[in-house]
DNA sequence: GTCTATAAGTAGATAGAC
DNA sequence: GTCTATCTACTTATAGAC
C-alpha cells in the first residue's frame, strides 16, 4: 500500500482513536471492573499506545465515567421499545415482559454492565444514578403510562403495581442470570410472566364482581 | 502488666488472630471489592502483619472466599425469622415484607456484601451460588409454603407468586438503596407492599367470584 | 498526535530472624 | 506463630523523541 500524503485512508486519526480507546475501555472495564481494569490493558486492546489513551483522557477515572455514561445513555436506553403501547393487558404485559426479559438475558454485555454499575456503585453514585435514569425509570413510567391508561383493570395504585411489574422481571435477571442461581432456584420465565399478568390483569379478575 | 509465661491473657494468640483478621478482611473487602482491597491494607486493619495473614490463609483469592462464605452462612442466613409465618394473609404478607425491607436496607454491611458479591459474580460464580442459596432461595420457600397453605388466596401459581413477592422487594432494595434511586424514581415501600398484598391477598379479591 | 521509554509507587507473596 | 524486610511484577501517569 502506497503511502500517501493524507489521504482519507490515513485520516481516522484523533476521531476514530477516540472510538477504538473506548471501544478497548468497553471489553477491559465490563470484564475486569473499575479497580482490575489496567491502563496497559486498555490501550493494548484499542491499538493504541498508553500515552495516546492519556492524551485524550484525563485519567482513568474521567474514561470509566465517560465510557459508562455513554454506554448508559447509547447503549442501553430502554428496555422497551420507543412507542407506548396498545391492546388488551392480557396480551401488552406478557408480550412487555417476555421482550424485556429476553433483552436483558440474551445481551452478555448487558449483564457485564449491570455487575459493574452495581459493583461500583458505591464508590460512583452518580454513575449508577445515570443508570437508573436510563433503564429502570423509563420501563417503569411506561408500564404506568400504560396501566393508568387501562382503568377497567380496578388497579388502585398503577405505579406500584409497575414497580412490582419491573421489579419482578429485574430480579429474575439478577438472581437467575448474574448470580448463577438458574439451578438453585429454578423457575420458567413464562410461569413468572403469567402468574404477573393474572395477578395485574387477572385471567379471573373480572372488575369487583 | 506483667508478663505471664501462658497465662489465658495471651492465649488468644492463633484462633483469635483468624477472627482479626476476618474482621480487618471484612472491612477492606466491602469497602473496595476484591480487585480493590490490597492485602497490606486488610493486615493493618486486622492489627497484624502481612506475613500472620499468608500464614492463616493461603492467598487473597482464599482469604476473600472463605469470608465470603462465611459471612453468607453466618451474618446473612434469613432475611425472614426463623420459624414459618402463620396467620392472616392480609396481616402476615405486610408485615413479613416490612421485615425484609428493613433487615436489607437498615444494614449498611448488607448492602455493601450484596454490592461486592454482585460485583464479582463473574469472576467468583461459586460465591454468588452460595448467596443464593442462604438469601433468596430460604425466602422464597418461606413464602411458597405459606401461600401454599392457604388455599384461599386461590393462586394458581404459589411458587411464581413468591418470586414475585421477593423479587419486587429485592429490586426496590436494588434500585433505591444500591442505585441511589430515590430521588429519581421515588417509591414509598408501604405502596409497594399495600399494593402486593392488595394483588395477592386482594381487598377486594374474592376468590374468583 | 502518537509513539517509546521510564519514573514513582504499590501490588501479592515469601525468606528468615526470633 | 508472628514479626520485619524484601523480591518481583505490575500499576498509573508522564517526559521527550518524532
Redesign the pocket.
Known sequence: MARIKAGEAERE??VD?VEQILQGAMQEFLARGYAG?????V?SRA??????????F????GLFKTLIEQMATKRFQSVFGNQPPEGDPSVVLPKLAKAALAQMIDDQEHRAFMRVIIGESGRFPELAQVCVRCLPKPAIETVTQYLTAHPELNLPDPEATAWILIGTLMSFMNVQEMLHGKEIVPMESDRLIETLTYLIAGTANPKTE
Chains 1, 2 share one sequence.
Do not use: L, P
Open positions: 486519526s484523533s482513536k481494569a489496567s491502563m496497559d490493558r490501550a491499538g493504541v499506545s498508553k500515552a495516546t489513551v492519556y492524551s485524550h484525563q485519567d482513568k477515572e
